[in-house]
Each structure stands twice: as structure tokens, then as C-alpha cells.
């Protein structure tokens, strides 16, 4: 079994911060990338940032510049810095991770989302 965890979501206003954070645990052998989606009310789930094993990153064009992923392979932890908040960013962000358990399979797991709210 695989958890993810997700913490630091709440309400901010524009132009403030928040740290996501997200921690795998459980039968775990390697993570290969971990990233962050996130889904606003009537919308699909997009992605936000992914991180690889490598340290490559890939950003949604709307959060360049203004959020940072990075991740601790020590502590199977994923990171999201998000700086100067909008309106739109507004969503329930949820954390992924391509996960090879200790039997070898290898696959995708997700968290239960963490909702964050920016006011205008």
C-alpha cells in the first residue's frame, strides 16, 4: 500500500504564498517523478509542475515564475512553492506520483487534495 499526503492549503489573499507539501509512504522501492495538479470547480484537472528523479521540472505556462516544485528523495516529499497568488488559482490541488512499489509494479498514485482559496 501507497499513501500521499497533502498539507499547507488554505485561504490567502492575492499576492500572498503558500507551501504545499506532499509525502508518499508505504511498500515503497523508487519514485520516479512527483508533481501537482490542481482542479477549480467546473474545470478539468490540470497539471501545475512536475519534477522528475533528475530534478527536470515542467511548469503550466500560468505558474511560471511564480510557483517552484522541488522534492526531498530522502523523505519521498514533493513541494510547491506558490508566490504571488491570483484569483484563478483558486483550486483543489492534488499531488501524483509515478511509484515503483517493492513488488515491481509500477504506478500512479494520487492524494486527496488540498484546497487552496486566494481572495480578491
Known amino acids: 500500500q501507497v499513501q500521499l499526503v497533502e498539507s499547507g492549503g488554505g485561504l490567502v489573499q492575492a499576492g500572498g504564498s503558500l507551501r504545499l507539501s506532499c509525502a508518499a509512504s508505504g511498500s515503497i522501492f523508487s519514485i520516479y517523478a512527483m508533481g501537482w495538479y490542481r482542479q477549480a470547480p467546473g474545470k478539468q484537472r490540470e497539471l501545475v509542475a512536475a519534477?522528475?528523479?533528475?530534478?527536470?521540472?515542467n511548469y503550466a505556462d500560468s505558474v511560471k515564475g511564480r510557483f517552484t516544485i522541488s522534492r526531498d528523495t530522502a523523505k519521498n516529499t514533493v513541494y510547491l512553492q506558490m508566490n504571488s497568488l491570483k484569483p484563478e488559482d483558486t483550486a483543489v490541488y492534488y499531488c501524483?506520483?509515478?511509484?515503483?512499489?517493492?513488488?515491481?509494479?509500477?504506478?500512479?498514485?494520487w492524494g486527496q487534495g488540498t484546497q487552496v482559496t486566494v481572495s480578491s
Open positions: 519534477i522528475t528523479s533528475g530534478r527536470s521540472t
Open positions: 501524483n506520483a509515478d511509484i515503483t512499489v517493492l513488488t515491481g509494479a509500477a504506478l500512479g498514485y
